[in-house]
């Protein structure tokens, strides 16, 4: 077993919601102890909050193992990413990423760097049989009415939870950056423009399944990335297909759908998501969480905006029969989550069909 002292010390840039999250649950890090935190030049804020955040890039990277390039979350610009990539360059310090940063970035940026994409898969994956494979385990899906819906923190969250009750569970999730906790990651082929629907399906079925007798887990989070159909004119979530591709893959027994903050919410909304969830995905949405991020849109420059709130104004915002209500989830609601697990573990013991 890995020893406190033998972990490797990851600086993380930028500073946004998904670098928080992985600060938010470190003592999960088995692997991986965060040094630094680098914030854009110009952010003081973070810097002045908490001493593991600086804008001092030169200064994190001094005794650092891995930078970890977290998502372009706040659309800034490629100027300081390639920054912080040359410095790593010339300090020897290999970088982890996604395939949508290395893509974003360009191959040219990374070409003098020792560069890990986290959610590609080199090993060959076999979809010569026409029947899809069951898994044996049941399965939970973690989906999300978009981007920036807090579905990486909450498999997390729920990750924990059911291990510190004992169960195995292999997480797959939508966000690269889940490897950093020993989870499995959805490959980027799911995202490709030259592979057809019914390919990506079979692909899909077989990753999953192959993960699954590999480690026979209790079981199954999969946290579906983007969102569950188009959100505007602006954000179209790949058009819902990949939580399409995923539902039609694996069959889940239940889920949570993951949605953007809003006081507007009622129990016909409410209604008529469970609904087309279940006729356009098959899952039975038994929790809504609502998370502390909303957007606007920008239409001038045509792209969605993100706001990102604090716990605490969420929930003195959301009205009382929402924050009250059985089906809601909010965040750093442990208490909830915990319910939610009670609640969920009872439902697959009443299902022999599950179980």
Known sequence: MMSENSKRKIV???????????????????????????????????????????????????????????????????????????????????????????????????????????????????????????????????????????????????????????????????????????????????????????????????????LAEQKLPDIILISCPSGIMTLNDYEHNYFGEISYVLSNAIISDYGVLCIHYSKYYTDKYFDEMKKLCKLRLGVDIIKFYICNQTYNVNTEEEKVEYNFYSNKFCKENLPTEIVNSNIVLLPDDKKGIETFIDELTSLLNENPEII
């Open 12 to 210: 993380l840039f930028p500073a946004n919601y998904e670098s928080n999250v992985i600060y938010e649950h470190s003592k999960e890090l088995k692997k991986y102890e965060i040094s630094f935190i680098v914030t854009y030049k110009e952010n003081e804020i973070e810097v002045q909050k908490n001493s593991i955040y600086t804008n001092d890039s030169e200064k994190a990277l001094m005794d650092c193992d891995v930078l970890i390039l977290c998502d372009n979350v706040q659309k800034m610009g490629k100027k300081a990413y390639i920054n912080r990539i040359n410095e790593a360059i010339r300090k020897n310090i290999p970088i982890y990423t996604s395939s949508f940063i290395y893509k974003w970035l360009g191959v040219e940026v990374f070409k003098d760097a020792e560069t890990t994409i986290l959610n590609s898969y080199n090993n060959r994956i076999c979809t010569s049989s026409k029947k899809l494979r069951k898994v044996t385990c049941p399965v939970i899906s973690i989906l999300g009415d978009g981007e920036n819906c807090d579905k990486f923190s909450l498999i997390l969250s729920v990750k924990k939870v059911l291990e510190d009750k004992g169960y195995s569970v292999l997480v797959i999730s939508g966000n690269p950056l889940a490897r950093l906790f020993n989870c499995d990651v959805l490959p980027d082929f799911l995202y490709a423009d030259d592979i057809s629907l019914p390919l990506k399906v079979k692909r899909a079925n077989s990753f999953i399944c192959d």
